[in-house]
Structure formats: C-alpha cells, structure tokens
C-alpha cells in the first residue's frame, strides 16, 4: 500500500496542474478585461469576436476555480479538503503538519470565504445549470483580480506542503501566457486605428469628426 507521503504526492501534483491551467486561464482572462492600453480596451469592446472570448475566458477561470474551491462532493480536488486531510483529524494526520501554520491558512480560507463563496454561486447558478439563460453574464461583485487571489492562495498551500513533506517545490510557472509578449490585440488595434486616420484625411475631416473620439 502506498505511503501517506506518497499519497500526499498524488493529492498534490493534480492539484498543481489544474492551478497552472488556472493560472493560465485567468491570466489571459485578465488582459482581455483589463488590458494595458485604452486602445485595446476600446477594440475589445468594439468587436464581437474578442468580446465573445473575454466572456468565454471569463466563465472558464470560474470553472477551473470551482475545482479547486468547489464546495460540492464532486469536487474532489478542493484545496480546502486537501487543508482538512493534512488536520489533526484527517487522512494525512500521522505526518502532523504544523498546527500554526493549517491556522493560519484556515483563517485565509475564512478571509476569502465571500469570494469562494461567490464562484461557486456562478458556477451552480448560470454555468451549470441548463436552465440559466448561458448567454447571461450575470451581475457579481467579484473581478478577475479578487479570482487571482483564490489562485495565489492555492499555490501557497500546495508549495507549503510540497516543500514540508516531499522536500520540492512545485512551481506554478504559466506555460503560454508568459511564453512571449501577448500582443497581437494592440497590433490589430494599431492596425484599424491607423487605416481610419488615412481615411479621415482623405475625406478631409478629422478623426474625431468621423469616428467621434480622438485618436488612442
């Protein structure tokens, strides 16, 4: 039969690679909803195709944070039942993990308990249930920022537990996001944005009098 330690590893390692596909997804989630330029933010807006993926990345980083933080018995990767199986009433008891330091992420927990709280009631809500109209985006108090904590916070405890336990570090490193410079929306934007000015000009107005706003 396995170790306790090697089941921990197992708990673990899913655990890690669900958190990079979050991390992942919400990173893009949050260029598409706030990107670095007013320029790509108007695109974005402006174009169905774009605003149709932000939504989508939006309803996506709530799915995979309901994996990690879901709080129905199928989730069964739930960072806050791999906390209660490291408890001193848990699988993993005979390891005794530090007691200050399960405190200390038990009253995270409670601190980002209205957020956790908040993706589940999406996910239950409108996104998996059939009869929510899916083309909503309901109206919730949550950002994608306040998202990016809960995935801070799920890296905290697998690296605390990784480094305690089985003497490594599981590093949540974002594959494709970071992979290169994500700008190909301010090169379409710069793009359009410049073609309206030749037209401007050749139609012997200024931009602001054709398109009704000043250049980006």
Excluded at 26 to 32: I, M, N, R, S, V
Excluded at 35 to 53: A, G, K, M, N, W
Excluded at 111 to 133: C, G, K, P, W, Y
Excluded at 162 to 184: C, K, P, Q, W
Aim: aromatic share 12%; proline share 2%; charged share 30%.
């Amino acid at each position: 039969m396995p170790s306790k330690r090697a089941l921990l590893k197992e708990d673990i390692e899913i655990r890690w690679k669900i958190l990079i596909i979050t991390k992942e997804v919400l990173k893009f989630a949050t260029y598409f909803e706030m990107p670095e330029t007013r320029l790509e933010s108007v695109y974005i807006r402006q174009h169905r195709h774009l605003s149709f993926i932000s939504w989508s990345l939006w309803r996506l980083a709530i799915i995979e944070l309901c994996k990690l933080f879901g709080d129905s018995d199928n989730q069964k990767f739930n960072m806050l039942k791999l906390l209660r199986k490291v408890g001193p009433a848990g699988d993993y008891r005979s390891l005794k993990f530090n007691q200050e330091t399960l405190a200390a992420f038990n009253e995270r927990a409670n601190d980002l308990s209205l957020v956790i709280h908040e993706i589940n009631r999406l996910r239950n809500n409108l996104f998996a249930h059939t009869d929510s109209d899916p083309f909503d985006r309901t109206e919730t108090f949550i950002t994608v920022s306040e998202c990016g904590l809960l995935a801070e916070f799920a890296e905290e405890i697998i690296r605390t537990l990784a480094d305690t336990f089985l003497d490594t570090d599981y590093i949540a490193n974002t594959l494709y996001f970071d992979s290169r410079s994500f700008d190909f929306i301010y090169m379409l934007a710069k793009a359009e944005q410049d073609e309206n000015i030749t037209i401007a000009e050749q139609a012997n107005m200024s931009f602001k009098e054709l398109f009704g706003y000043d250049p980006l």
